[in-house]
């Protein structure tokens, strides 16, 4: 691209948009240009930030045209690199942040309307106000976009109850890459009238579309709930007590979260106000919570039953049952600083991995045998969402001073953990997508059959290539 | 196509899936050449009874090169034409029918693998047999096959709950249109690597390739249900008495159903056994089932509640809660008799059709007016799943002798009611899925830019055309 060329685009994004938001100072654009975990720095031609889906599709039919490829961004809080530029300068961001109106709410239908760019936390907020409930919830909440997390079918910590994001999604309004507008916003159950685009374009991440609004279902708001921590002596004991739970509480069971005996210890060590909620050690610990659309007492009884059956199966060596909501927080505070607790003692080799849930224990076992040949320096932080079969498997040092040797040798780690994890039939990214950081990975464990009809599919509907190049596929 | 062309290909499927498999007498085609509902009879090439996916694999590659078109078919019980070939003697008929092994069941995980061509009712029986439910339930089950729940996206009494089979699918396995075979028998609930081909390939109705197995969702089953039929002053009166239902109980309504009181005449003129269940006549009845995996007691009370709730309230007159399972088996009884009663009184134009629940009422109020201003003769059998904003309203004639002459007139008829759906933001075909029925219908009512983009896919995907042409695009 000549710079006269460069200059000319940027004009007419500019009456497209308004020169306000056509961004290209470096300082401007910088937090675009640059990932969450700060691992992917790109540098745009321009940061373009339309108003409306008229202008979205706008600037998608001109650079359709002009051949200028686009990085469609929300919050950019994701964790793979799907929503920054690369060092081309030839990539424009166009973001959907001020597509951030909440467009209606309809309560009988039990559904929300919003716009790409509205922030997950305010959607809760406006769920919330309507005495209904948005169940995705996830760290990222108070700067994640509804655009970005239908992109990447974002999952969370209520999946096992509610689904993921994908699940939530009724009607899509989206640009698609020729700057057609796909008018997809209904708010309907039921509607077998062909192809699924919608499906489609939920976990994309931006290479088949823009998504722009987004109709969304609601949940009825539990009006009890209870939280409980359990002391396991074994993972295979994990599996087991959630399928007992499940039986006993059938979809009150709203979270299954494991995490092993040195999460807890390094959130002790590295986080304040964290202490041990139980008098001694256990291997592993579950935090269980439960909701209902009924009184307390009768979720309470049920929790305490369900604890007493794990008890005296020794599935459960000891527990903690919240009392109080203070009481709850503080046990999800330990969950919710693990991660925190891990990047606070040194660089960890990431996995985002899933497989069959009865799976687990085996895949668990087999990952840390090969990995402790493999790499004697290195140890396991285990924890996830064992409810969906996600585990954040990620890989430190035994010691502080070891995570750099073992980080340098990540692409190695990378490979034992995914090549046991795709015996297993499982996901090599559970539900941070593929982005940049697993794209070429991918192709190594997905067959070629399925790589082949995603390349038919993306040059069906983007023939030019200009939708969020070099990510996913 | 010559004879002797013709007779080499059946020459060369014989080979594939042996002599026996391949069916050319008319009296052997004769019900795989013929829908359900009677209204499209084809005539095959023949009918390929391939018995395992290399089969399948193998017929599908000989198809492509030769550029023989094929109908997919499970159990032959859609209605909409999807799964019979045309009448130019040219189309093989591949049915999944051998293809009814039940794989594999996995406790811990929730899931169960099973061929195309199990029954739904075996497959519900054997989740029912490891103490699980298998939610997917309808008027078929006892003979229609998960290749075609699948391909059809089929929907049923429970979708309120449980969802679509869509929600039930976590993994498939597929013969895509080149004669690949997509191995997709995951067990995951969470995989966000790349697009979502098993999304694309649900309710696509046969046209972009043949699901051959699937890994599906099994569920806790019920310990405790309720069953009450309430009568209702209103339509309104129902969508309100539906939030108010779900706010008390939450996740334990299993369906809400709703009829006409002229649905419940007909049942109990026309059909055995089926009785008034109230004292005085009521414009509207809803039936409600609600299941928890706790014990009767505390379900019960719940159920009394919330009817007293409603009472109060007047949107509800008078009520049964049924006492015990036979009581229960009774109110269903009438719900699931209603076809059969409509079916009895003489034909009908028939709708599938959904709008936002909150939009039902106008729709009902406005399709009334504009069918009684011109079809003065016409009268509508108004009966569906409420919960899910799906009727089947099916338009007769006031009288007996009145149905053939509105009959007469569907495409008018149809034209009303669609025009109406669409303006309400709802589909022409909520469950039933596309087929020939409603394939030029379809392309009044999806925007051209959607119609484009399925356009795109399916030559994607199947390039030469072979995968059930004619069919949903």
Redesign the interface.
């Known amino acids: 691209m000549t710079t006269t060329q460069a200059t000319n685009d940027l004009l007419k994004l500019s009456e497209i948009v308004g020169t306000n938001h056509v961004l290209t100072a470096a300082s401007d654009v910088e937090s675009y240009a640059t990932d969450w975990r700060g691992n992917y720095r790109g540098t745009p031609l321009a940061v373009v930030r339309p108003a409306n889906t008229v202008e979205v599709a706008a600037v998608v039919k001109y650079c359709n045209a002009h051949r200028i490829a686009i990085v469609p961004q929300a919050g950019n809080t994701g964790l793979v690199g799907g929503s920054v530029p690369d060092q081309s300068g030839q990539q424009i961001v166009l973001s959907v942040a001020r597509l951030n109106q909440v467009h209606s709410v309809?309560?009988?239908?039990?559904?929300i309307t919003v716009g790409a760019g509205v922030i997950l936390q305010t959607l809760q907020e406006k769920a919330s106000e309507q005495?209904r409930l948005f169940p995705v919830s996830l760290a990222a909440e108070g700067s994640c976009q509804v655009g970005g997390i239908i992109a990447?079918?974002a999952?969370g910590v209520q999946?096992?109850k509610y689904?993921?994001t994908?699940?939530q999604v009724l009607g899509v309004e989206a640009v698609?890459p020729n700057g057609?507008?796909?008018?997809?916003?209904?708010?309907?159950?039921?509607?077998?009238?062909?192809?699924?685009?919608k499906?489609?374009l939920?976990?994309?991440e931006g290479t088949?579309g823009i998504i722009t609004a987004a109709t969304l279902k609601l949940w009825?708001k539990?009006r009890s709930q209870q939280t409980l921590l359990l002391a396991l002596p074994t993972l295979p004991a994990a599996?087991?007590a959630?399928?007992i739970v499940?039986?006993?509480?059938?979809?009150?069971v709203t979270a299954f979260e494991v995490f092993s005996r040195w999460c807890l210890e390094l959130a002790i060590e590295l986080v304040a106000n964290i202490a041990d909620p139980m008098q001694s050690p256990s291997p592993w610990y579950a935090l269980i919570e439960l909701s209902?659309?009924?009184d307390e007492a009768?979720l309470a009884a049920?929790a305490e039953q369900a604890f007493g059956a794990l008890f005296e199966r020794g599935l459960v060596t000891d527990g903690v049952i919240a009392q109080n909501q203070t009481q709850a927080a503080a046990l999800w505070n330990i969950r919710e600083h693990i991660p925190e607790a891990e990047k606070l003692y040194g660089k960890a080799v990431k996995h985002d991995i899933?497989?069959?849930?009865?799976?687990i224990p085996q895949f668990v076992d087999e990952a840390e045998a090969a990995l402790a040949a493999q790499f004697p320096a290195a140890r396991v932080v285990n924890f996830g969402?064992l409810g969906?079969?996600?585990l954040h498997f990620n890989v430190a040092g035994k010691s502080r001073e070891d995570c750099a040797a073992v980080f340098a040798q990540a692409k190695s780690v990378n490979a034992v953990v995914y090549d046991l994890v795709s015996k297993h039939?499982?996901?090599?990214?559970?539900?941070?997508?593929?982005g940049q950081l697993?794209r070429e990975t991918?192709t190594h464990?997905?067959?070629s059959?399925?790589i082949?009809?995603?390349r038919?599919?993306?040059?069906?509907?983007d023939p030019n290539g200009i939708m969020n190049p070099g990510k996913?596929?």
């Open positions: 309809d309560l009988h239908n039990n559904t005495d990447t079918n999952g999946v096992l689904g993921n994908r699940e698609l057609d507008v796909f008018e997809g916003l209904r708010g309907l159950r039921k509607d077998n009238t062909g192809y699924d685009l499906h489609l939920v976990g994309s088949l009825a539990p599996v087991e959630l399928q499940r039986d006993a509480c059938g979809d009150r209902d659309s009924t009768a049920l899933s497989v069959p849930i009865s799976a969402h969906d079969g996600n039939q499982g996901s090599i990214s559970a539900e941070h997508g593929l697993k991918i464990y997905k067959s059959v399925e082949a009809a995603m038919a599919i993306k040059a069906a509907l996913v596929i």
